[in-house]
């Protein structure tokens, strides 16, 4: 069968990480083609499509959406979830939809939280704002510390896009800042991770 789209990702992205599961999870690999490109450089292909030249970035290729192009992982997975034969990860509608929206913007607050702080620390080190990696190191703290208390609610839903941001959360802090490890004094948190990223589809697509 041939494509219906293509997904441009940077292979270290958290947030293409999260469609790039998602891909793989719903095994609809023939169905989006998945394209490395290099991000914040001239040649960068998402430039071809948006000025932003974000990653992930979704572009519709057949169908009746065909020319669509679709940044923001959250929106890509949405759209992720109406290819192929497997249920929708987001829960059509009612509590359980609000609940699953809830988490999945939580996930995105704590993802960016981590993520500015690894932009921080890339720029060179008379530049960096020490007050700012504190703030967003104290944000992602919280966030470790709640999840923990909350792993019961976590692990009541096998997977869906929060959770699988989540996890990609925990596993990209631990990528980006080893020394800091969140995992010793959030033992079910980690438990309910460890078992996240075993799966296939974590594996494949580790930075
Ligand atoms: N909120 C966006 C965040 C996307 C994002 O920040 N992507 C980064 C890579 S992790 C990017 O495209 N960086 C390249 C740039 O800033 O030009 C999402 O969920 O997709």
């Known amino acids: 069968m041939s494509h219906i789209a293509t997904l441009l990702h940077s292979p270290t992205s958290p947030f293409a990480r999260k469609a790039r599961i998602e891909i793989i999870e719903r095994s609809i690999e023939d169905l989006v083609r998945q394209v490395a490109v290099s991000v914040r450089v001239p040649e960068n292909e998402v430039l071809l499509h948006n000025p932003t030249g974000k990653v992930p970035a979704l572009i519709v290729g057949d169908g009746p959406d065909k020319g669509l192009v679709l940044l923001e992982s959250s929106l890509i997975c949405e759209y992720l979830d109406t290819i192929g034969d497997a249920p929708p990860f987001l829960p059509a509608e009612g509590p359980a939809r609000w609940r699953e929206r809830a988490m999945d913007a939580y996930a995105h607050a704590l993802m960016d939280a981590i993520a500015w702080r690894t932009r921080e620390f890339r720029k060179p080190e008379e530049f960096q704002y020490r007050p700012f990696i504190a703030y967003e190191f104290e944000r992602a703290e ?11 609610e976590l692990a009541a839903i096998p997977l869906t896009h929060s959770r699988i941001l989540l996890a990609i959360c925990l596993d990209y802090s631990l990528f980006r800042f080893p020394d800091l490890d969140w995992r010793p004094s959030r033992p079910r948190l980690a438990e309910w991770y460890e078992a996240m990223a075993a799966r296939p589809s974590f594996i494949e697509t580790a930075p």
Do not use: G, K, M, N
């Open 142 to 152: 919280r966030c470790f510390d709640d999840l923990e208390s909350r792993v019961d």
